[in-house]
């Protein structure tokens, strides 16, 4: 017989955990299904988090697992392949790539997105470490370092002129950026923050004792660097809502599901957080996302069991 859930929550990072663990004390039968990659995976260490500033995302997510299996809150590791609402309107199958299905009465999608990172020799290896994406999460541990900022679209202009506040030897590569693509103000903000802007595209990196050391261009000219960032293209994981019908918007930032400040999508029963809602949710807010989520899931059950008693 397929098992029965009230909610099953789809991704295991910090916003499906913290659904979680808010469903788990609040006695609802609750299953996570974790693929297993979360998308700080990369990175040693989380910061800007509230008494878990400098923790490894690796335990962050460990502890996350004890919290919930403390409130018999299920796990799986496996990856939901599809997702249906079933023929009574009010529940959902999900099915593993194990083959296994589970039913649920309300959705958390929490599946996050994954970054694509510029197809420069060296930067996939480095990322997290010395190649860099996020001030806030890094800029601190890397400050006053010489930086670089290897420009993915007109808008890294934006990322050089944030990193600045954590460094004053600041230089962006256009790489695949023409000058021209600049306006006015970018190259006037620029020249005010003290940033260099160095064209031609960027071939790969120096590393020397497994250290970042240096950006070499395509004409063979190198600029000493110890830090690099750049704005992975970010992929929306949007696959089983977009089964399940949901409204996507779109933005700079790729199509996300249009929400309620709960993260209700337009499907009735089906909740996203996280990254799986937006690009810009850190790791705080992604908890915080999970969490009122799984509050407003548990009020709502209560009340549609009550009006139907």
Not at 118 to 137: M, S
Request: aromatic share 6%; proline share 6%; hydrophobic share 40%.
């Amino acid at each position: 017989m397929t098992e029965q859930y009230e909610v099953i929550v789809i991704g295991g990072g910090a916003a499906g955990l913290s659904a979680a663990l808010v469903l788990g004390r609040a006695r609802r039968r609750t299953l996570v299904v974790d693929a297993g990659e979360p998308r700080n995976a990369p990175a040693a260490h989380m910061q800007g988090y509230l008494s878990r500033d400098g923790m490894p995302p690796t335990e962050f997510l460990a502890v996350g697992r004890e919290e919930i299996a403390r409130y018999g809150v299920g796990l799986v590791r496996g990856r939901a392949v599809d997702v249906t609402r079933n023929e009574d309107g009010q529940s959902f199958t999900v099915t593993l790539a194990d083959g296994r299905a589970v039913r649920t009465r309300r959705l958390v999608v929490a599946t996050g997105l994954k970054d694509e990172l510029p197809a420069v020799p060296g930067v996939a290896e480095r990322f997290g470490r010395d190649v860099l994406h996020c001030p806030y999460c890094h800029g601190w541990e890397v400050r006053d370092q010489p930086f670089g900022v290897l420009a993915t679209t007109p808008l890294s202009v934006h990322q050089a002129l944030m990193v600045s506040q954590w460094s004053k030897d600041v230089t962006l590569f256009l790489h695949t950026v023409t000058e021209d693509e600049l306006s006015d103000d970018d190259l006037r903000r620029l020249s005010a923050a003290g940033v260099s802007v160095v064209p031609g595209e960027v071939s790969g990196l120096v590393v020397d004792d497994d250290r970042l050391t240096g950006v070499r261009l395509a004409d063979g000219t190198t600029h000493d660097r110890s830090v690099l960032f750049t704005a992975p293209r970010p992929i929306p994981r949007t696959g089983l809502l977009e089964k399940l019908g949901a409204e996507l918007h779109d933005t700079p930032f790729g199509a996300y599901p249009v929400v309620d400040p709960t993260g209700l999508t337009t499907v009735p029963g089906v909740w996203a957080v996280g990254n799986a809602m937006g690009f810009s949710e850190q790791v705080v807010n992604a908890a915080s996302s999970g969490y009122r989520a799984g509050a407003t899931i548990n009020g709502e059950l209560l009340m549609t069991d009550l009006d139907t008693a």
